[in-house]
């Protein structure tokens, strides 16, 4: 018996998709749940529709993310502490630092998006990576001056 899938089944497929299983699998365990459906021609149009949904969902985040990031890579994140000789910080500058800049500046960013190898121990200007989606990176400057 052909079905569709509405949600992933763990050794049967994932959802949308279009699967072979037997009559009593579908009728006792995958319909009372609601994990599938018959694969009817309607079935079939509108798990199509909900695809091209999807897809136009995920182009238009990630139109949003490449312009955020054009937005971020044209303003300097400026971050003002105490620094003693040989322009050495006293502490340093992390990504929650930089993430508490970019909430103010207007944009909400967790601190796990912000790509920072080690913490920034110095002046001067530095290139940060914030992850925006899963294939759009920014690159925001981020300027260490003296408080």
Known sequence: MKVVLSKTVAGVGEAGALVDVSPGYYRN??????????????????????????????????????????????????????????????????????????????????????ILDEPIKRLGMYTVHVRLHPKVEAKVKVLVEKA
Not at 66 to 94: C, H, M, W, Y
Not at 99 to 109: I, S, V, Y
């Open 29 to 114: 365990y995958l319909a009372p749940r609601g994990l599938a459906v018959e694969a009817t021609d309607k079935n079939l149009q509108a798990v199509a529709q909900a695809k091209q949904q999807e897809a136009r969902a995920a182009a238009r985040e990630q139109r949003e993310a490449e312009q955020l990031a054009e937005q971020l890579a044209k303003t300097p994140i400026r971050v003002a502490l105490k620094a003693g000789e040989n322009d050495r910080l006293f502490g340093s500058v992390t990504a929650a630092d930089i993430a508490d800049r970019l909430r103010e500046a207007g944009h909400d960013f967790d601190k796990r998006k912000i």
